[in-house]
């Protein structure tokens, strides 16, 4: 059984930043990429930012020099900094870790309004 669960959303004003956790536990024998996705209310699920094993990470354009993702491998935790958020940046964030499968957590929301 391997769980994935996310925590850290909230409300926060224009401009503000929040820092989102993901932990996957259980039987997870080797995690490749780790990666977060957001869904808007009337639009599709998106990837946010990705991050291999080795660190490389990848950006959506929308989130580029504003999030940063990292990730503790010994703890099979990933992380995703956002600053200056913007209104357009409210979803459910949902974490994603690939292992022999691609896992999902339930979703932290995040709304960002004055």
């Known amino acids: 059984q391997v769980r994935v669960v996310e925590s850290g959303g909230g409300l926060v004003q224009p401009g503000g930043s929040l820092r989102l956790s993901c932990a996957a536990s259980?039987?997870?024998?080797?995690?490749?990429?780790m990666a977060w996705h957001r869904q808007a209310p009337g639009k599709q699920r998106e990837l946010v930012a990705s991050?291999?094993?080795?660190?490389?990470?990848n950006y959506a354009d929308s989130v580029e020099g504003r999030f940063t993702i990292s990730r503790d491998n010994g703890k099979n935790i990933v992380y995703l900094q956002m600053n200056s958020l913007k209104p357009e940046d409210t979803a459910v964030y949902y974490c994603?870790?690939?292992?022999?499968?691609?896992?999902w957590g339930l979703g932290t929301q995040v709304t960002v309004s004055s």
């Open positions: 994603k870790v690939d292992g022999r499968r691609a896992y």
């Open positions: 991050i291999t094993s080795g660190g490389g990470t």
């Open positions: 259980g039987s997870i024998f080797r995690i490749y990429d």
